[in-house]
């Protein structure tokens, strides 16, 4: 079984957020990048089933600028066996990420794709769901549980109420949640190793798929500020405050 | 414009988070038709019916869509929408987050998930980085499918109305995933996300059998519960309790956040909290600049004595 992992390069979440004076985006030069933290999770399951001997072959997968290099060999790092990089400098939005992961699905036959559920840059939480559509396959989303059987596989998703579990047939797009693992860090021999795994560039345009953006970004500002409030000494003032300035209980 | 709206509902009423989608749908302006998909759920189109601002609803009845299975349910939703509609929206929860981006690629539109306000019926502002930033987007396509976060939109009422409830065939079933089980969180306290009052508790709480005075505390106020991330991950609280960019959004009366140090990822879920308090014992933690109310203290003396002043 050969497994497609979604690996997106995105501001470190540590990174404490800055919106550009002039309202086009947020500032990422001169920032932390790493691995979407969700995707750390798909790439770790994955390389958990190839562990297994459930998966045959791990392929990460990023798109975007060249750097998207970075993130595909910590990918490797942990384990992926190759990488493809789809190279674009320009922004590509979740249908287009899609729709070109759609067009290397066709070319490397993988059964099963895992993405992670949302990207902490866009928070759009779109992409695996688009891809299951466009290739008519099922889905699995925020996935906590994943058990790959013959022809079919267990997924259990965190939901609203609880948990979830749903069977789909193979092949399926998965896409993962906090609790399905805790991604390991690469060791040292790994990260050496990882440098003569290979990567493949292939250029966007190359794919023939439309990626022009759909969704205009107008501007972009920093949300209202909160103040802080006051400290309270004690419990009983804090009752008191609540009780009769905020009038909350 | 002519507006979908596909509802969340327990097959007995709509849920909360459908009424700030119906304010969203009112806000953008048109004929607003829900649709209610479901196994047994007459009863929630019926409640449907009665919204203010409904002119429709479309009901469809069948054990295909019981478990809102997302390859059934998005080909009925946009078959639907694909004839007569301008907008398509669905709240921001599991339901409306699992299956409206397969509507949108089915339909070759792109998504725009989870907004905070209506600018004009293209153009909307949502969170981007769990929250740190606000994007004002315009989107051409048609059909525009939206996804609406619920504690950004009021709840729309019920109305003296009675829209017109339409009998619609289910679809044909893809056969690509069957529905297996469910282990739902069952409590006697109001729900997370609309609740008036949330207790949420952190890791501080320190384990799973200490966190019965996070409840305590909430069933005090007559609150929900909630938890921060590391809470969860650890196991003191269930999935579905997490408050953040991730988790749940919660915007209630009053925020009471327990042993929780204030990441940013938590604080995108409930810093449009109206009033919040934070108990901790540590005073550098982050969660003190967005608290009105702070508590320097043990969480395990300060919770107790707590309780105590309140039942006073
Ligand atoms: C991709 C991603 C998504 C995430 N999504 C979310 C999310 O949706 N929601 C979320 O909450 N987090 C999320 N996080 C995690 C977030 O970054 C923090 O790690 C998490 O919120 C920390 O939880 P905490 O405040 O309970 O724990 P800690 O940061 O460990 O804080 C514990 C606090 O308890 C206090 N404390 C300890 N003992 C006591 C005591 N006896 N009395 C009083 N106070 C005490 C300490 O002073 C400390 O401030 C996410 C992270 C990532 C990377
Ligand atoms: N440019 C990209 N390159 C690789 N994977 C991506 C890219 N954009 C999105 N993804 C994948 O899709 C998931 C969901 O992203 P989103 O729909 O943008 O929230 C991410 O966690 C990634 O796994």
Redesign the interface.
Known sequence: MKVLVAVKRV?D?NV??R?KADKTG?ETANVKMSMNP?DEIAVEEAVRLKEAGTATEVIAVSMGPQQCQETIRTALAMGADRGILVKSDDEL???AV?KLFKALVEKETPDLVLLG??A???????????????L???????L?KVAIGDGVA?MTR????????????MP?VGTV???LNTPRYASLPNIMKAKKKPIETIEVGSLGVDVAP??????????PE?Q?????P???T??D??RNE?K?? | MAILVIADHDNTAVRQATLSTMTAAREIGGDITVLIAGENCRAAADDAAKLEGVSKVLYCDSPLYG?H???PF?ALISGIAAKDYSHVLAPA???G??????????L???????IAAVVSPD?FV????????????????TPKVITVRGTSFDKAPHGSGAATVEDLPAGED????????????SSERPELTSAR?VVSGGRGVGSMEDFHHIEGLADK?SGAVGAS?AA??AGYA???FQVG??G?IVAP??YVAVGISGA??HLAGM?DS????AINKD?EAPI??????????DLFK?VP??EA??AK
């Open positions: 501001v979440y404490k957020i919106v947020v969700f939005q979740p249908l899609a559920k949302q902490i840059d866009d928070d759009s939480n779109q992409t695996g769901q688009m891809l299951a559509g466009l008519g396959w099922p889905q699995a989303t925020f906590s267990t965190e939901i609203d109420g609880g948990l979830e579990t749903i069977e789909v047939k399926c949640d906090l609790r759909r969704l205009k970004t107008l501007k972009v500002e920093e949300p909160r802080a409030g006051v400290m309270v004690d419990v009983p804090l009752v405050k609540l905020a909350v209980i | 478990h299975r997302a390859e998005a929860d599991t339901l987050k699992n299956t409206m981006p397969r509507v949108a690629a089915l070759d539109v792109a998504q725009v998930s989870d153009t949502r969170p981007i980085y769990a929250g740190n930033a606000m994007a004002t987007v315009q989107t051409a396509d893809p056969g690509l995933s069957k529905y297996v089980s469910s282990e739902l969180s009052v106020l991330r969860v991950d269930p999935n579905d960019q991730t749940k009366e009053l940013i990822q810093k109206k009033v919040i308090v005073e003190f600049q967005v608290a009105d109310y702070g508590l320097v203290a300060a004595e707590l002043e309140l």
